[in-house]
């Protein structure tokens, strides 16, 4: 089985090196980082996966990006926005996952969406870190949109991500932390443990793997 975080924020986008978040995440029970701006290898015995983001002004501008990147062997997201917004998102070819509904309106994700990504093999992200960060409503808020999320993954079967949205290896969480947070939603331990694995299951880097000592 995979343990994964699926988007961390090494340096220079985040404060700590790629080399330290690895070494991290192995002592933290992860064997594998989706890393933002990374190059796939493997870094202290933990696999990176190179995490890319989409953004854009507009879907235009989204759809652009994926076309021009298509085929780098990377795992694309874009994040969340109103129900108009992600109805367009997932229909974008090379989007495997969208981040960030914790912050997205209220109606921005509902069943109709739901069934359209579990068809195309969209995952919807769990940013568990989230509810670190924050404090009061806002994580409130969260947590109940995580359950709602749960609530229609039981019944369309979507995939779920599981991240930390670490920037500094002060923010990293364990698997047992992680599983914690979750069950704050009412995830189920089983289901959490399944959810690691989700970003190997979705992308296979094509070509060799780089080991870097």
């Known amino acids: 089985m995979q343990f994964t975080d699926a988007c961390v924020f090494p340096y220079p986008a985040g404060d700590s090196s790629l080399r330290r978040m690895a070494l991290d995440a192995r002592h933290l029970g992860l064997d594998s980082l ?3 701006g990374a190059e796939a290898g493997i870094v202290h015995g933990v696999s990176i996966i190179p995490g890319i983001m989409l953004e854009g002004a507009g879907i235009r ?11 780098r062997p990377a795992l694309f997201s874009a994040r969340a926005g109103d129900y108009a917004f992600n109805r367009a998102l997932i229909g974008i070819p090379g989007i495997r996952v969208l981040r960030g ?5 209220k109606n921005a994700f509902d069943h109709i969406i739901a069934r359209q990504a579990a068809e195309r093999g969209i995952a919807v992200d769990l940013d568990v870190g989230f509810l ?3 404090r009061g409503p806002a ?12 609530r229609l993954q039981g019944k369309y079967e979507f995939l779920f991500t599981l991240s930390t949205g670490a920037h500094s290896v002060l923010d990293m969480k364990s698997r047992r932390d992680i599983r914690a947070l ?3 939603f009412g995830m189920a331990a089983d289901l959490v443990d399944e959810t690691f694995g989700t970003p190997g299951r979705i992308l296979r880097p ?8």
């Open 182 to 184: 979750c069950g704050l």
């Open 206 to 213: 094509d070509g060799p793997v780089e080991v870097v000592p």
């Open 139 to 150: 994580r409130q808020r969260a947590i109940q949109r995580y359950a709602d999320l749960g």
């Open 132 to 134: 670190v960060r924050c």
């Open 101 to 105: 509904l914790q912050d997205a309106p």
């Open 34 to 36: 989706v890393a933002a």
């Open 61 to 71: 501008e989204i759809r652009a990006s994926a076309r021009q990147l298509a085929g």
